[in-house]
């Protein structure tokens, strides 16, 4: 019964894994390719992580994925944050259908 | 010192976990490594250890855990949506939200979450003023108050009970 859920759990990680991969070259500039490389890639996954879970239970690999799991959650976002930030600074622009740019007025 | 110790805990029960076994191998070198690393990094871990010390603090992170999984599974099938649409439906740009917590490793927790919520970045952070710049997909209002009001209200108020 487990293997079967996390079977199910590991399709829906290659599915959003995959998604962001589309995200990652449909998207017009550098910050909306991060976001979705950031996200879809990190709930992708720990989905996937957990269901290696799932299937393993409480032994050394189980326990493992999990773990990984947490600390891919504590750390993607921090990349995509210094990422972000280094590229405003240095000067990349938002794409052309960007509504506005509150960073760019207070720095001035 | 306290920190350092703090810290050793941690450091020592994260082993454990990523061992899995009690073989006194295994415990001895982790409790060198936990030394090691409490040893060099100690100082910088938390400027206030006594708060670890409070039991309602991890109660408060233990909901938070569900609520930020909600939120992320939201963002996850809002952004797929976004990106499989042929037309591409975004509105792009660089939000400011104003923020009442205070302390850092707070502030660091709610970025992060930011970062993983609906369609969002956190591009930089104004510790002094309390605002967060926000990159955002979809952006609904671009004024500060109620920009905040949509993106943050309920993580934050959640986040002030567990650190501040």
Same mark, same amino acid.
């Given at each position: 019964? /487990?293997? @079967?859920?996390?079977?199910?759990?590991?399709?829906?990680?290659?599915?959003?894994? &995959? &998604?962001?991969?589309?995200?990652?070259?449909?998207?017009?500039?550098?910050?909306?390719?991060?976001?979705?490389?950031?996200?879809?890639?990190?709930?992708? @996954?720990? /989905?996937?992580?957990?269901?290696? &879970?799932?299937?393993?239970? &409480?032994?050394?690999?189980?326990?493992?994925?999990?773990?990984?799991?947490?600390?891919?959650?504590?750390? /993607?976002?921090?990349?995509?944050?210094?990422?972000?930030?280094?590229?405003?600074?240095?000067?990349?622009?938002?794409?052309?259908? /960007?509504?506005?740019?509150?960073?760019?007025?207070?720095?001035? | 010192?306290?920190?350092?110790?703090?810290?050793?805990?941690?450091?020592?029960?994260?082993?454990?976990?990523?061992?899995?076994?009690?073989?006194?191998?295994?415990?001895?070198?982790?409790?060198?490594?936990?030394?090691?690393?409490?040893?060099?990094?100690?100082?910088?871990?938390?400027?206030?250890?006594?708060?670890?010390?409070?039991?309602? +603090?991890?109660?408060?992170?233990?909901?938070?855990?569900?609520?930020?999984?909600?939120?992320?599974?939201?963002?996850?099938?809002?952004?797929?949506?976004?990106?499989?649409?042929?037309?591409?439906?975004?509105?792009?740009?660089?939000?400011?939200?104003?923020?009442?917590?205070?302390?850092?490793?707070?502030?660091?927790?709610?970025?992060?979450?930011?970062?993983?919520?609906?369609?969002?970045?956190?591009?930089?952070?104004?510790?002094?003023?309390?605002?967060?710049?926000?990159?955002?997909?979809?952006?609904?209002?671009?004024?500060?108050?109620?920009?905040?009001?949509?993106?943050?209200? +309920?993580?934050?108020?959640?986040?002030?009970?567990?650190?501040?």
């Amino acid at each position: 019964m /487990s293997e @079967t859920i996390g079977m199910i759990f590991i399709v829906i990680g290659i599915g959003f894994d &995959f &998604f962001g991969c589309i995200g990652l070259i449909r998207l017009p500039d550098l910050y909306l390719r991060l976001m979705a490389t950031a996200k879809c890639v990190t709930l992708g @996954t720990c /989905s996937l992580m957990f269901g290696i &879970f799932l299937i393993n239970g &409480f032994t050394a690999v189980g326990i493992k994925a999990l773990l990984c799991a947490v600390f891919l959650l504590l750390t /993607s976002p921090v990349s995509a944050h210094a990422l972000s930030r280094a590229a405003h600074k240095s000067g990349v622009k938002l794409c052309d259908e /960007s509504v506005c740019d509150e960073y760019e007025k207070d720095k001035n | 010192m306290k920190s350092r110790i703090v810290l050793f805990i941690i450091a020592m029960l994260v082993w454990l976990i990523l061992s899995w076994s009690l073989d006194w191998q295994h415990l001895l070198v982790g409790s060198l490594a936990s030394l090691l690393v409490a040893f060099l990094t100690g100082d910088l871990f938390t400027a206030n250890p006594y708060k670890f010390a409070h039991p309602h +603090r991890y109660l408060w992170l233990m909901l938070y855990i569900p609520v930020l999984m909600w939120e992320m599974v939201k963002a996850n099938i809002d952004l797929a949506y976004r990106i499989l649409h042929p037309r591409l439906p975004i509105r792009p740009g660089i939000i400011k939200v104003k923020t009442k917590l205070k302390s850092e490793s707070g502030l660091t927790f709610l970025a992060n979450s930011i970062t993983l919520k609906p369609g969002m970045t956190s591009v930089d952070v104004d510790q002094e003023n309390g605002y967060i710049y926000v990159h955002c997909v979809n952006i609904k209002d671009t004024d500060p108050a109620r920009a905040t009001e949509i993106i943050i209200k +309920r993580l934050e108020n959640i986040l002030e009970r567990v650190f501040d």
